[in-house]
């Protein structure tokens, strides 16, 4: 018993650790950027460099994304509450939807602005313009290494990682245009790699919205069939039915059922140690924590034997200890 318990003191102690690193990185993250923002914004508006100005507007939108995560993870740790039964675990997705929808809109504006370049060209300056990318290059490698640790387990981190993952490509992409003005006085150089960044970030920001949206939309993951867990629990012997099966997410990690079963048992014991199988079984194949099943037997299931003394009837009994009364007195 009491290593039961500090082996669960010691998962909690581990969780709080994870999610103190967790922010701590994010915090870091977050600053790298404010840093780098400043110098390229500067450096994009006097070298008149399209891409710079472009990823430093990107940039901008990591840190307000950054941001709105660091507040999303602090209000999901924060534990459930009369209201909020569940608790505020959604917040993680909804900061991640943002995020992606952040992605989608940085995409649009860089693709616009392009196409004006284009149409009206300007000198740009190859060498500030190659500095600061390759600048940057250095930053976003490192807030890669600082996030991609924790991003398995949590759509909200994998969020952000994304966005410093499109900062990371799009330094490189501007490394190549600076080249390319620099040595050839390529101009277009500049105005193609915008494009080429805008197209990258809109691409990897569609399937942290498409994930994010199934979640608030209740849908089943990926990975679990709803079909092969309702022919799982019939096969069970004493199943008869499974009727309003649920499945649905909470959050990346948290998946719940619940489901209505018919079953076949003679006592309210071997109902229960169906129950028990039943949630092991679906536990250990489906990896799902959350599970609420509720039983109804075909027929009332009878309680154990008892003896025939504690069958009579009460109000039998005390009439015949009254009779047996009279009969003594007289």
Request: hydrophobic share 50%; proline share 3%.
């Amino acid at each position: 018993m009491v290593s039961l318990q500090w082996c669960g003191c010691a998962d909690d102690s581990v969780k709080v650790v994870n999610n103190y690193q967790k922010a701590k990185n994010l915090w870091i993250t977050v600053g790298l950027l404010a840093v780098f923002f400043v110098a390229e914004w500067s450096v994009g508006l006097w070298s008149q460099s399209l891409s710079l100005q472009a990823d430093a507007g990107h940039i901008l939108s990591d840190i307000t994304a950054l941001a709105i995560s660091l507040v999303a993870s602090f209000l999901a740790q924060q534990p459930a509450n009369k209201k909020a039964t569940f608790g505020n675990q959604r917040l993680e997705v909804l900061a991640a939807l943002l995020n992606g929808l952040g992605l989608l809109a940085i995409a649009t504006f860089i693709i616009l602005e392009a196409i004006q370049r284009w149409q009206h060209p300007a000198a740009i300056l190859g060498i500030p313009m190659l500095a600061i990318a390759v600048l940057g290059l250095i930053v976003n490698l490192l807030n890669i290494t600082l996030l991609h640790p924790h991003t398995h387990d949590n759509l909200n981190l994998r969020g952000a990682l994304l966005h410093v993952i499109a900062d990371t490509v799009s330094s490189v992409g501007v490394i190549i245009a600076a080249l390319a003005v620099h040595l050839w006085d390529w101009w277009w150089a500049d105005v193609a790699i915008s494009l080429l960044v805008a197209t990258f970030t809109g691409l990897s920001a569609l399937p942290l919205v498409q994930e994010s949206l199934k979640i608030f939309l209740e849908y089943a993951p990926e990975s679990i069939d709803p079909v092969e867990v309702e022919i799982s629990l019939k096969s069970f012997p004493g199943v008869v039915q499974v009727e309003k099966l649920h499945i649905w997410t909470i959050s990346l990690d948290k998946v719940m059922l619940c489901a209505n079963l018919t079953v076949e048992c003679a006592t309210i014991q071997e109902r229960d140690r169906l129950l028990n199988k039943l949630e092991t079984h679906i536990r250990k194949t489906f990896n799902i924590a959350e599970i609420t099943l509720q039983l109804t037997s075909c027929k009332k299931p009878s309680a154990l034997p008892i003896h025939p003394l504690f069958n009579q009837d009460l109000i039998f009994m005390l009439s015949a200890s009254q009779t047996n009364s009279n009969l003594e007195h007289r």
